[in-house]
């Protein structure tokens, strides 16, 4: 089946720093990569996902390229605000007849002022 | 914005105590689906439905967890009895097709925990 490891946290930056999250994954075949934020108190929300090797998704000033060659889907953010803090889960979906998400654990970020 | 809906968002319990937790996912959303999130790991995904039938349920404890999605549109996730390891958080998502390009949308949650 499916995996998804991502950095583990938690990870600590001053505001307009650069940000790089890890995520690499293995599975069987092509799958959609996501990247989901979880702020304090509420549920996950997508911020970008990719469907395909090569593509970027970017939403809110975050990145993330599809790198099929080296099985990865790291997060970047050139310059973080105190309102991004919150915890990031990278997941991978389908490839073959899979349709379930596979979550990583996660990775708490804070960002100070 | 069209938003899933989750209740209660937080439960207390004693072990050996039934739960139910409901979810009403966005309207036009065929496809449901339950996680659970232990503390400090990603969801899990325990039950999906698509309509109101089981897509896939093979991470579901059946011995004491059930769900059920009646008409196609609210679901229902109960837990009987309720064990220690059950504290967690309960999170219903629903997305327009099962298809892994498509987006889920999460609810808030329901925090569970079990004493």
């Known amino acids: 089946g499916n995996s998804v490891t991502q950095m583990e946290g938690p990870v600590t930056l001053s505001e307009e720093a650069f940000l790089t999250i890890n995520c690499t994954y293995t599975?069987?075949?092509?799958?959609?990569l996501f990247w989901y934020v979880q702020y304090p108190g509420e549920g996950l929300q997508l911020l970008l996902k990719?469907?395909?090797?090569?593509d970027k998704g970017s939403n809110k000033g975050f990145e993330a390229t599809y790198r099929k060659e080296t099985t990865s889907f790291h997060l970047e953010k050139g310059s973080v605000q105190v309102s991004d803090s919150a915890v990031y889960f990278c997941?991978?979906?389908?490839?073959?007849?899979?349709?379930?998400?596979?979550f990583g654990k996660g990775t708490l970020l804070t960002v100070n002022p | 914005e069209a938003e899933v809906a989750q209740s209660p968002r937080y439960k207390i319990t004693e072990k050996s105590q039934a739960v139910a937790f409901w979810c009403d996912p966005i309207?036009?959303?065929?496809?449901l689906y339950w996680y659970r999130q232990i503390l400090g790991q990603g969801p899990e995904l325990l039950v999906q439905?698509?309509?109101?039938?089981?897509?896939?349920d093979s991470q579901l404890p059946k011995d004491r967890f059930s769900a059920e999605r009646l008409k196609g549109v609210d679901s229902t996730l109960k837990i009987q009895p309720a064990e220690l390891g059950d504290s967690a958080m309960y999170l219903c998502?629903?997305?327009?097709?099962?298809?892994?390009?498509?987006?889920?949308?999460f609810g808030p949650g329901t925090r569970l925990l079990v004493l």
């Open positions: 599975a069987t075949g092509y799958p959609s």
């Open positions: 997941a991978g979906g389908g490839g073959g007849s899979n349709y379930k998400l596979t």
């Open positions: 309207s036009g959303h065929a496809t």
């Open positions: 998502a629903s997305s327009l097709t099962p298809t892994f390009q498509e987006t889920q949308y």
């Open positions: 990719a469907t395909k090797a090569d």
């Open positions: 439905f698509q309509d109101e039938s089981v897509v896939d």
